[in-house]
């Protein structure tokens, strides 16, 4: 099994607009979603990641979820990969969401190990185990900071023998894990965290699964072609100005900021977040500005005039 991961992969975004009759008051603009999925792929981005942390994937309806990635099969079409986040507290239950990403057309999944639990090694590999059996191509995980299960390398390394493991998205935040991962074991390591992708490419990561590529998906590629051909310099001129507005990926309020971005970037994609995220305060949104108005400006020569 293998599945070709260079590039910028987005983890996507969802808007919602105003319905008293949907949860919490906010219903999936499924068009808008479609909209800017084009947009991203319009932009050189690989792929889309619906249904991860910034897709809200806990805050959704089970249909919701299966309508969302059904929409990015849709938008994407042949041009790029759809890899579904199919995370659940149990494996039968992310098994179940690795069914229906199957059946919705996902090219493959992302998985964290069991979510709201702290899962010995034993039960973190039975999770893996059993949604390897459905046959898409696995990214695993690996957020120790969310779900208190860290995949250290030789866990990952015992994973990485399952048939359907193909990649890792490594997001502990320690950046030697990337070097770590590859000497153990055969598998495409894939940068997790925005404001650590310098140091996760130049070790040997092979794309990006990334949060702000939303807000700037044109940049985020140029970056990406730049470090993956070694021209360091032009790489770390671009990244200085971008990485204030990418440390927002690793804050507790990174869906709000990333959303928020999105809205200063004006695109129609940015917009609420359903509970139990709540809105930045007028601070943060001040600060979230300033350095997505920063980042405008490093990337402004690559945008097209509208």
Same mark, same amino acid.
């Given at each position: 099994? /293998?599945?070709?991961?260079?590039?910028?992969?987005?983890?996507?975004? @969802?808007?919602?607009?105003?319905?008293?009759?949907?949860? !919490?008051?906010?219903?999936?603009?499924?068009?808008? +979603?479609?909209?800017?999925?084009?947009?991203?792929?319009?932009?050189?981005?690989?792929?889309?990641?619906?249904?991860?942390?910034?897709?809200?994937? /806990?805050? @959704? *309806?089970?249909?919701?979820?299966?309508?969302?990635? &059904?929409?990015?099969?849709?938008?994407?079409?042949? &041009?790029?990969?759809?890899?579904?986040?199919?995370?659940?507290?149990?494996?039968?239950?992310?098994? =179940?969401?690795?069914?229906?990403?199957?059946?919705?057309?996902?090219?493959? $999944?992302?998985?964290?190990?069991?979510?709201?639990?702290?899962?010995?090694?034993?039960?973190?590999?039975?999770? +893996?185990?059993? $949604?390897?059996?459905?046959? @898409?191509?696995?990214?695993?995980?690996?957020?120790?900071?969310?779900?208190?299960?860290?995949?250290?390398?030789?866990?990952?390394?015992?994973?990485?023998?399952?048939?359907?493991?193909?990649?890792?998205?490594? %997001?502990?935040?320690?950046?030697?894990?990337?070097?770590?991962?590859?000497?153990?074991?055969?598998?495409? $390591?894939?940068?997790?965290?925005?404001?650590?992708?310098?140091?996760?490419?130049?070790?040997?990561?092979?794309?990006?699964?990334?949060? +702000?590529?939303?807000?700037?998906?044109?940049?985020?590629?140029?970056?990406?072609?730049?470090?993956?051909?070694?021209?360091? =310099?032009?790489?770390? =001129?671009? %990244?200085?100005?971008?990485?204030?507005?990418?440390?927002?990926?690793?804050? *507790?309020?990174?869906?709000? !900021?990333?959303?928020?971005?999105?809205?200063?970037?004006?695109?129609?994609?940015?917009?609420?977040?359903?509970?139990?995220?709540?809105?930045? /305060?007028?601070?943060?949104?001040?600060?979230?500005?300033?350095? *997505?108005? &920063? =980042?405008?400006?490093?990337?402004?020569?690559?945008?097209? /005039?509208?």
């Amino acid at each position: 099994m /293998s599945l070709d991961l260079g590039g910028v992969i987005v983890a996507t975004t @969802l808007p919602f607009r105003p319905d008293d009759r949907a949860p !919490a008051g906010l219903a999936v603009d499924y068009d808008a +979603y479609a909209r800017h999925c084009d947009w991203l792929m319009a932009n050189g981005c690989r792929g889309v990641g619906p249904n991860g942390s910034l897709g809200e994937y /806990s805050s @959704l *309806t089970d249909e919701e979820r299966r309508q969302v990635v &059904r929409t990015a099969r849709e938008a994407v079409g042949d &041009r790029g990969l759809v890899v579904a986040g199919v995370h659940g507290v149990g494996w039968h239950q992310a098994r =179940a969401w690795a069914e229906a990403a199957a059946e919705d057309g996902a090219d493959g $999944v992302l998985l964290l190990p069991p979510t709201l639990y702290r899962a010995n090694r034993e039960e973190v590999l039975t999770h +893996y185990r059993k $949604v390897d059996e459905v046959g @898409l191509p696995i990214m695993m995980y690996n957020n120790p900071i969310d779900t208190k299960v860290d995949l250290t390398p030789d866990l990952i390394a015992e994973l990485a023998e399952l048939p359907n493991v193909v990649a890792v998205k490594e %997001f502990s935040l320690d950046a030697r894990r990337v070097r770590e991962i590859l000497d153990r074991c055969d598998i495409d $390591v894939i940068a997790g965290a925005d404001d650590l992708l310098f140091e996760a490419l130049v070790a040997g990561a092979t794309g990006w699964f990334a949060g +702000y590529p939303n807000a700037f998906p044109r940049e985020a590629v140029r970056l990406y072609e730049l470090l993956h051909a070694d021209r360091v =310099a032009e790489a770390r =001129a671009l %990244f200085t100005e971008m990485a204030p507005v990418f440390a927002w990926d690793s804050r *507790t309020e990174f869906v709000q !900021a990333i959303k928020f971005s999105v809205d200063v970037v004006g695109e129609s994609v940015g917009g609420p977040t359903r509970p139990p995220r709540g809105p930045l /305060s007028e601070a943060q949104q001040a600060i979230v500005r300033r350095d *997505t108005e &920063r =980042a405008l400006a490093a990337g402004a020569a690559l945008r097209p /005039s509208r």
